[in-house]
């Protein structure tokens, strides 16, 4: 897992995923790799 509070695109920096809201709302997380990032 990555945790990054400066993410500016919807996309994944490990894979190139999209990126979409957790289920927290708190972040985002990759739907490929699952990666998540915090949201600013």
Do not use: F, I, W
Not at 3 to 27: F, H, I, M, W, Y
């Amino acid at each position: 897992m990555t945790s990054d509070s400066n993410v500016s695109r919807q996309e994944c920096e490990t894979c190139g995923g999209p990126l979409q809201a957790d289920k927290t709302g708190s972040g985002y997380v990759c739907v490929y790799c699952g990666n998540h990032y915090q949201r600013q």
